[in-house]
């Protein structure tokens, strides 16, 4: 495939979808299918947008203006999924007043299919995140966090496999080292396991045992640390894996412009966003797929 | 031989066609920007209102009076808005401390960046006090021999910033912001004597490089947040009355 002529399509695709609104397919062939992830990272209560006052943030974010976006998209495209890579909790009075009640109020009426753990959704104790499970009506997709001995055994899942459209999409996450982060206090008993080797776990699951699609991680682990460029992050775990498709990152508060596509262990792209912090940016990654097995040499073509 | 081939051809076969289902052609990736051209969804903004009105009811009840407007880059060494939140430390927290173990706290230290806006003239509502201290870090004592509140001091010389301590301590730097004189109460401090020093958890785990919590001979988590420690000292004082004083002081030569 010319990658150049498929731009061109794309943006002659972007421009009628433009004028005729939404429920335009991008491919209209009856076999090839599209599948939009969405995604947030680090909102930390940010529910209400940003004042007039707040310098380069001014007048942005709003949980209720990405309920239209992520509404309209749906539209557009019904085979969209919506995850958040952790850091929900914590950074405005809403968290201080009602615990996190009302962001995960809002995740659900929004539609989140899942959302990975962050060290500050640790704030309120485990018991502070364990006591609002019951108004999250996603799950918590967290594979490195050993919850055993905690009351969140058997609340968070390893990996969870969606089926969108015929597709298998399998997603899995991973978490921040919480020592020297998080008071032990908070996290208590939960055992933290080393992110690479639980994601070569993962994949071995995802994708030889399941054979899913495509593979997401959702990661709370950091997008790179440029003063600590050994400490595992989520371009680390791009290189040192395989059969990962899409990082979804968070942590490190990183607006990136547009994603990054690293080379795993195989050569093979991946994918690794993450939209800054406080949801002033939704996350949009569409996969288009084709039935049967890569014949070509080179891959997707990959747009950002 | 024969059947062993065969059944690895199979089991190839099996695992290129579990594999075979779908393959990506394309990937689109980019962001959205979250701005107010999006019109803003109506269930999802009235659903939010019961929540925000009560929080912002409360959050602007008037607590106390700022008869002017105190910043932390209002001094050197020592500011009004400094002494204020290291004093009101102190107080809320001595009796606690001294409650539970018996023992008085020596003397509080702050950070200069903890210190994250003004307190603006006029009347102080709960708000102010969520704007001064966003974050979540609670007050922790700590024992530290004479030897690490000398490494204490060093550092405040060197940081050469107004980091608030407690009016309890004196410390007088010369203008080449060497240490000339450092007192507790009025007392030279004893290199082998055990003091207590109050501070948050975040700089008692190393924040702003206070090392020198490390060596410590103990640690007393009081669970009680810096933010609610202002919120209850503002609630008991009508009208603010720190200043900025000689606490921390570079002398000319």
Do not use: W
């Amino acid at each position: 495939m010319n990658r150049r002529r498929f731009i061109q399509q794309t943006t002659a695709t972007a421009a009628l979808a433009g004028i005729s609104g939404f429920g335009l397919q991008a491919f209209s062939s009856s076999t090839a299918k599209k599948i939009t992830i969405l995604h947030t990272n680090d909102v930390h209560s940010h529910i209400d947008p940003f004042g007039p006052n707040d310098g380069r943030n001014a007048n942005k974010g709003g949980v209720a203006r990405r309920a239209t976006l992520v509404e309209q998209i749906r539209k557009e495209n019904p085979n969209t999924l919506l995850f958040d890579a952790g850091d929900i909790f914590q950074g405005t009075p809403y968290f201080n007043y009602y615990g996190g009640e009302l962001e995960f109020k809002l995740m659900s009426m929004l539609k989140y299919d899942g959302a990975t753990i962050g060290n500050h959704d640790f704030d309120n104790g485990i018991d502070g995140l364990y006591g609002q499970l019951p108004h999250a009506k996603f799950d918590f997709i967290s594979a490195n966090y050993d919850f055993s001995n905690t009351v969140l055994d058997t609340h968070v899942r390893p990996y969870k496999i969606f089926f969108v459209d015929g597709i298998k999409i399998g997603v899995f996450g991973l978490g921040i080292k919480l020592e020297g982060l998080v008071d032990k206090k908070l996290y208590k008993e939960t055992v933290y396991l080393d992110p690479i080797e639980t994601a070569q776990e993962m994949t071995t699951i995802l994708k030889t045992d399941k054979s899913c699609d495509l593979v997401i991680c959702l990661s709370h682990l950091g997008y790179h640390y440029k003063n600590a460029p050994n400490r595992v992050s989520d371009l680390i775990l791009a290189k040192a894996t395989k059969h990962i498709d899409l990082i979804i990152g968070g942590h490190t508060h990183t607006f990136l412009p547009k994603p990054t596509i690293e080379k795993n262990s195989e050569n093979n792209n991946v994918m690794v966003n993450q939209v800054g912090a406080y949801g002033l940016y939704l996350g949009r990654i569409d996969f288009y797929f084709s039935p049967g097995r890569d014949v070509s040499s080179e891959g997707a073509t990959i747009l950002v | 031989m024969a059947l062993k081939q065969l059944s690895l051809i199979l089991l190839a076969g099996l695992i290129l066609s579990c594999n075979n289902g779908h393959h990506v052609t394309k990937i689109e990736g980019k962001r959205i920007e979250v701005n107010p051209e999006i019109p803003a969804d109506s269930t999802i903004e009235a659903f939010i209102k019961p929540y925000h009105d009560h929080l912002n009811k409360d959050l602007d009840s008037i607590i106390s009076y700022a008869p002017m407007t105190y910043a932390k880059t209002d001094g050197e060494l020592n500011t009004a808005i400094g002494n204020l939140m290291a004093d009101a430390v102190y107080s809320q927290c001595n009796p606690i401390f001294k409650k539970r173990t018996g023992k008085d706290i020596d003397f509080v230290l702050l950070n200069y960046g903890g210190i994250r806006s003004v307190i603006p003239q006029g009347n102080i509502t709960t708000r102010t006090a969520y704007e001064i201290m966003p974050f979540e870090n609670a007050v922790v004592v700590t024992e530290l021999k004479g030897a690490q509140v000398q490494d204490l001091l060093r550092y405040l010389s060197i940081a050469k910033r107004a980091h608030p301590i407690s009016q309890q301590l004196q410390l007088t730097l010369n203008e080449r912001y060497e240490v000339i004189s450092a007192t507790l109460n009025g007392n030279a401090i004893v290199l082998d004597k055990s003091y207590f020093v109050a501070t948050n958890d975040y700089l008692f785990n190393g924040g702003d490089k206070m090392s020198f919590f490390q060596q410590n001979e103990g640690v007393y988590p009081l669970n009680y947040k810096v933010r609610n420690v202002l919120i209850d000292y503002f609630k008991k004082t009508d009208t603010l009355t720190s200043k900025k004083d000689n606490r921390f002081i570079r002398v000319a030569p």
